[in-house]
């Protein structure tokens, strides 16, 4: 059923004589681009199938899951192999995406997870598996909310715990507080102490002066 615009059209899949699927060439190239689907069949369309890059193929679709009226999960495929490795997540339901979830290798595991807990719309969160084994190995953080990184835990020996924390207390961008080692496994040793901020370590392997890393 046409609806006015020339390179747009509804269609009634289920032939219940409702309309439940919005097509549209919004670039007028004869290639459908853009795809809005009830999928439940209450009237209100609740995912859009997106082709962002005109190649022909789908790249982009967004869910609203909860049918307030705003997608609050998106998938993209941004590498163009068929399969999304990146989700965004609206976890909350206030209508602004605050989480992202991306697999960056291809292998099915998500290797990097970036959050927005306070809701203020910048990350302030970033989980990361560094060595590619499906384990979350490196948090960052932005305690103080000025949206700049300030505290990292490490667990370099992969059981599940921090054994290395670097914290910038002053935000020169430099750390500048030692590395909290739980394990005591002199793990400290490779970060130092900066608390002059001329960004020459002060203290390495427990305590040399003025020694450069």
């Known amino acids: 059923m046409e609806n006015g615009n020339n390179n747009a059209y509804l269609i009634d899949t289920d032939g219940n004589g409702i309309s439940d699927t919005y097509v549209q060439d919004t670039n007028a190239d ?3 681009d853009t795809y809005l689907v009830d999928t439940d069949s209450n009237g209100t369309m609740d995912t859009a199938l997106l ?3 005109n190649n022909g193929t789908i790249d982009t679709s967004m869910v609203d899951s909860n049918n307030d009226g705003f997608y609050d999960t998106t998938y993209v495929d941004a590498d163009g192999d068929g399969v999304a490795d990146t989700a965004i997540l609206d976890t909350d339901g206030d209508g602004t995406y605050d989480t992202a979830i991306v ?3 291809g292998d099915g595991n998500a290797d990097t997870v970036i959050l927005d807990a306070d809701g203020d719309g910048n990350a302030d969160t970033a989980l990361l598996d560094t060595d590619g084994d499906g384990s979350f190995d490196t948090a960052l953080e932005d305690t103080n909310g000025d949206g700049t990184i300030d505290t990292a835990y490490v667990d370099s020996d992969g059981d599940g ?8 207390s002053d935000g020169d961008g430099y ?11 002199s793990y400290a040793g490779n970060a130092g102490l900066d608390a002059d901020s ?3 370590s002060d203290s390495v392997d427990g305590g040399n002066d003025d020694e450069d890393i």
């Open 30 to 32: 004869g290639a459908a």
């Open 51 to 53: 082709d962002t890059d």
């Open 103 to 105: 697999d960056s290798d």
């Open 161 to 168: 715990y921090a054994d290395a924390e670097m914290t910038d």
């Open 175 to 185: 750390p500048d507080t030692p590395v909290a080692d739980n394990t005591n496994d």
């Open 198 to 200: 001329d960004n020459d």
